[in-house]
């Protein structure tokens, strides 16, 4: 049972970044329905979940549970960087941000975390972009996308998993024009499950990085406590108190103390992290989001959406990660879709950030693994 002292520190974790000019938005005239999409293009996803088996010379790195060690540790990545371009999608009437790099190979959509913003992949998107194409969103309501009112829905829920879902889906459709692996911090790792449940097409792998475990989640409280919860829900909805709240969290001090709770090595929070992260978090709208999230105590759990999955699925984590702990994380390797586990030595709840040098090698070798079984197969099959 979280207590409510608890409970608001949980409210508080928050993984932000990246910098954006000031747009005026465009309002849509009127809450736009969600549920499954309708893609206009139709993609064979073959099911193929082979087994991860790399190793290196040295003995340091990533431990996985299939090979203890897996990949190389250096103390900085050599590689070359490509240009980031930032854009705007239009999507159902909402102006969505979105970075992307790359002319060549599989696409890759990078999905990011609760409060956080595509600026999150900074130390990604260059590298991966050497060998693929890379798009990095904001989902709605967070960076530099639109935030519509969650009140102007009345009664339905907008900020929920399948809107988020859909989005993605439909960007893969309109924008990425083509299918997708998914690579995903935290919450957007249940996003990335719930999309690959839904348009199981789209998604072709999903590498998931210290997936949020949802503890608040109603399902996951005692019966007696979920009255408590619900009052602490209106309290900081519909009164001052989540205002003030917020206003408390959304300062440069506690940006940077949140951040340094998250990040085992708190030499990578540095004043320009903390800008990036604190900047969209500071645009009209950013506080009825926040409250409304953090109000969410429903939807779906990663438990739930992986036994649905049809595509592989590798499960990395930070092992200092305070949050979500790696002792928790360690039961999603009972699902089949999850191809392996790896674990991060000595870091945080934001590996992508704060451990590039090893996150970068993972995606790597889980697309060209993919990617190259996928051919194969379809190649049997012509």
Not at 230 to 237: D, I, T, V, W
Not at 239 to 248: D, H, I, P, Q, V
Not at 268 to 281: A, S, Y
Request: hydrophobic letters at 40%; glycine letters at 6%.
């Amino acid at each position: 049972m979280a207590s409510t002292s608890s409970s608001m520190f949980a409210l508080s974790k928050v993984e932000f970044p990246a910098v954006y000019p000031h747009r005026t938005r465009k309002k849509p005239s009127r809450p736009i329905p969600f549920g499954p999409s309708n893609p206009s293009t139709n993609f064979l996803l073959p099911r193929i979940i082979p087994r991860l088996s790399l190793s290196n010379s040295d003995g340091y790195g990533i431990r996985s549970r299939l090979d203890a060690n897996v990949v190389e540790d250096p103390t900085k990545d050599k590689s070359p960087s490509l240009e980031v371009k930032t854009r705007v999608w239009s999507w159902r009437g909402y102006s969505i941000r979105y970075q992307y790099s790359g002319n060549s190979g599989p696409a890759l959509v990078l999905v990011h975390g609760f409060g956080a913003n595509s600026g999150h992949w900074r130390k990604n998107i260059p590298v991966l972009a050497c060998s693929h194409r890379v798009f990095s969103i904001d989902l709605i309501g967070y960076g530099y996308s639109d935030k519509p009112n969650p009140r102007d829905f009345g009664v339905n829920s907008f900020y929920t998993f399948e809107t988020w879902a859909t989005q993605l889906n439909e960007f893969c459709v309109d924008v990425v024009k083509d299918k997708a692996f998914f690579i995903c911090n935290s919450i957007g790792g249940v996003v990335g499950l719930q999309a690959a449940v839904m348009e199981p097409e789209i998604c072709r792998g999903i590498v998931i990085l210290n997936i949020s475990l949802r503890m608040l989640h109603i399902k996951k409280q005692p019966w007696y406590v979920r009255p408590l919860i619900r009052s602490l829900q209106s309290l900081l909805r519909n009164t001052a108190l989540g205002k003030f709240f917020y206003r408390s969290v959304a300062t440069p001090e506690s940006v940077k103390s949140i951040l340094c709770q998250c990040y085992h090595d708190t030499s990578q929070v540095t004043d320009d992290l903390v800008e990036t992260i604190l900047l969209p978090g500071l645009e009209p709208g950013a506080v009825d989001v926040f409250l409304e999230f953090v109000c969410y105590s429903g939807g779906p759990l990663p438990e739930e959406l992986l036994p649905q999955v049809k595509c592989p699925v590798l499960v990395a984590w930070g092992d200092k990660d305070p949050w979500e702990p790696i002792e928790l994380g360690r039961a999603y390797e009972k699902f089949d879709s999850v191809e392996d586990f790896i674990v991060l030595p000595n870091v945080g709840h934001c590996p992508q950030d704060e451990a590039p040098h090893l996150v970068n090698p993972l995606v790597e070798s889980f697309v060209a693994r993919h990617v190259t079984s996928q051919a194969s197969l379809s190649a049997e099959v012509m």
